[in-house]
């Protein structure tokens, strides 16, 4: 049955335009008293209701006027989902992929930003944020740590959910109850249980507890934060985990036989936790240090200069950045430290000693492929992804795209037997340069009788620092037809 829409005022956004669609629904079927209403064009209703409502939207609020019988009850939506509605103008449940969350006090989600859950872009083939997971992964996979048969020590976890409860975001990485960084105003929550992580350290207690003593999450991290070039509220990080058997720090060390990772009554210091050895931790120490400048070192080169900062973290100790210098200037890249043995302990792994680090992967790829602005990452514009698309992109520098207009060009040709796209790529590039943003197949035909192949190409020319002309264009373009046979063995149209 159809619900005709009685009037709808200026600030009636389509958001609550639509909640009023459903709300019509919910109180058709609720026989909820009618003291709240909605209005919305045309509402179709299950057909097994045989109601009719009138409703009125005014100042983004529903009002609702009358409610008939209802015979069907085949839906169900509860009462207060409903006056939640009416409250507050938002439906009473969040979907993010595919599920329904309850809204509460505690919500900040957004549509905005819930459209990025599930992009990943961690795992988008050649985006940057994955070529700089891929970079870091192959150090730690192939140069960094093979163990004695010659496997990897370490795995990767790129797929985790970015969903998490708020007790895996900041009760098991031991946040306490009033820190700052578990603020509404900087945190994405869904509701007061359940939120978009912040870190992925997140995960580290429930990797730990799974057995795992040797481990990399990477994923997108949401914080609530200002847009700018170098600020977005989703990021991605890499987290790293490696927890020691005595035996395996140990085994190095001339004469170790005797050392111990725990002792019994000393206190923390600056140096270390209560319970650790300072001879444990140096070592720890060390081997966390010398991997993540050698990583660094991977990604940058050997010339690039870095230096520690103490800092803290509640769920290490002691704790540092690394900060490497860049065009002149000191930008932290990652936190890292010893893990506190009250998360071990409390993942079943207390007999270990071990450390962690969280790298910023957005920064790395920004400074590494030279991209000016963090939100060129979420740029679904071919000039921006193409750039990467390349066989060997690890010399790849951003070049930003110009904003003077394209001008296209298409050519067509039969193709002999041999004939490969490629090979037209790179001819058209010797030809015409960096004036040549794209090339693209735009018509692949086959000719029904005489069987030949034809393909139709359109090549976007644009310049970086000019307008082009269509005269200066069509004179490369005249050279491509003329010498394009000769070349490619085709035959222009
Ligand atoms: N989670 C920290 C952050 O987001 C980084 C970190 C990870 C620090 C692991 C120490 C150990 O800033």
Known sequence: MVVELLSVDDHTSSDVKMAATRLVAEVLINRVPSSACT????????????????????HNRCVLHQTYQVQSRSVHFSVP?????????????????????????????TPKILSRVGVSLQNQNHHPICLIKERIRDFFFILAFL??????????????????????????????QDHITRKKGDNYYINRDMMLRAHTSAHQHDLVQCGLDCFLVAGDVYRRDEIDSSHYPVF?????????????????????????????????????????????????????????????????????????VETTFPFTHPSWELE???????????????????????????????????LGLDRLAMLLFDIPDIRLFWSTD???????????????????????????????????????????????????GDLVENVQLIDDFTHPKTNRKSHCYRIT????????????????????REQVEGELSVQVR
Not at 39 to 58: D, G, Q
Not at 91 to 108: S, V
Not at 263 to 284: G, I, M, P, W, Y
């Open 236 to 308: 991605h990080q890499m987290e790293g985990v490696r927890l020691y058997t005595k035996h395996e720090l140990f085994e190095k060390c001339k004469g170790g036989s005797h050392l111990e990772l725990f002792e019994a009554n000393s206190a923390r210091t600056d140096l270390k936790q209560e319970t650790h050895t300072l001879e444990a931790v140096k070592l720890v120490e060390h081997d966390l240090k010398d991997t993540l400048i050698r990583c660094t070192q991977h990604l940058f080169g050997k010339d690039i200069e870095t230096q520690w």
């Open 81 to 109: 989902s409903l006056q939640n509605k009416l409250e507050t103008g938002h439906d009473a449940e969040i979907e993010i992929l595919g599920k329904q969350y309850p809204r509460d006090d505690f919500t900040t989600v």
């Open 147 to 176: 163990n004695r048969r010659g496997n990897p020590l370490f795995s990767i976890y790129d797929h985790l959910s970015p969903i998490v409860t708020t007790a895996q975001n900041f009760d098991s990485v031991l946040v306490p």
């Open 382 to 432: 071919e000039r921006f992804i193409s750039q990467f698309q390349v066989k060997d992109p690890t010399s790849v520098k951003f070049k930003p795209f110009s904003s003077y207009p394209p001008v296209y060009q298409d050519i067509a040709f039969w193709l002999p037997t041999d004939y490969e796209s490629n090979n037209f790529y790179d001819f058209v590039r010797t030809m015409a």
């Open 39 to 58: 209005l919305f064009p045309k509402i179709l209703l299950p057909s097994s209701c045989s109601a009719y409502h009138h409703i009125h939207l005014k």
């Open 461 to 480: 020319y644009r310049s970086m620092d000019k307008v082009l002309t269509l005269e200066e264009i069509n004179q490369i373009q005249d050279r491509i």
């Open 324 to 358: 490497i210098k860049f065009h002149g200037e000191w930008l932290e890249t990652l936190g890292c430290g010893i893990m506190e043995q009250q998360l071990l302990q409390s993942a079943g792994a207390g007999d270990k000693i071990g450390y962690a680090f969280g």
